[in-house]
């Protein structure tokens, strides 16, 4: 993705946000003392890029745009390219 204009970056940032609300939730039915009790697994494993590091990054990078902070053209190398090809062509 290098030499992407930051409008181009914009809109990759807005296409990931609508894929990172989906990671998937498993529940489980468990008893504590006797008690029923059920936990909601949430599978990070299951995240577009498979890791919850991705919000993490996704917000940092949101408010660096938001705040004017990144201007001209944006570059990325090594593992981060892959994680936002998922947010699908631009």
Same mark, same amino acid.
């Given at each position: ?10 809109? +990759? ?6 894929? +990172? ?38 917000? +940092? ?8 902070? +990144? ?20």
């Amino acid at each position: 993705m290098p030499g992407q204009t930051l409008e181009h970056f914009g809109y +990759l940032l807005d296409r990931f946000e609508t894929l +990172l609300g989906r990671t998937p939730i498993k529940p489980i039915e468990i008893s504590v003392q006797g008690q029923p009790r059920r936990i909601d697994l949430k599978l990070e494993s299951y995240n577009i890029t498979g890791s919850i590091k991705a919000r993490t990054a996704y917000g +940092l990078v949101r408010g660096l745009v938001d705040d004017g902070v +990144l201007q001209n053209q944006i570059t990325t190398q090594g593992n981060s390219p892959p994680s936002w090809d998922c947010a699908g062509p631009g």
